[in-house]
């Protein structure tokens, strides 16, 4: 069974081991693996709770807005295609 934790509940377990719990039983209390917990300390390491939210909702608009220029960029493809066929000929 795959737990999910949220930003704030992997900075707190971070957190934990800064304090000198060692690693084996925050890992074991926690009920994650040590490479688990690497992956949090590298990806979550040395950022407040609420700069990880604040990335991470960056990184979600970041995606939103991507995919938002690729579709602009299909109907702009599109409606060139289109127009093109529309209007034959030399343009400028």
Do not use: C, H
């Amino acid at each position: 069974m795959k737990k999910r934790y949220s930003v704030e509940q992997i900075v707190a377990v971070l957190k934990q081991a800064e304090l000198g719990l060692s690693v084996v039983e925050l890992t074991r209390r926690v009920g994650i693996s040590e490479q688990t917990f690497y992956r949090w300390k590298k990806q979550y390491a040395g950022l407040e709770t609420d700069q990880v939210r604040e990335f991470k909702q960056l990184a979600e608009e970041n995606t939103r807005l991507k995919k938002l220029v690729a579709e602009l960029s299909l109907d702009k493809a599109v409606l060139r295609d289109v127009l093109s066929k529309k209007f034959p000929g030399p343009r400028s």
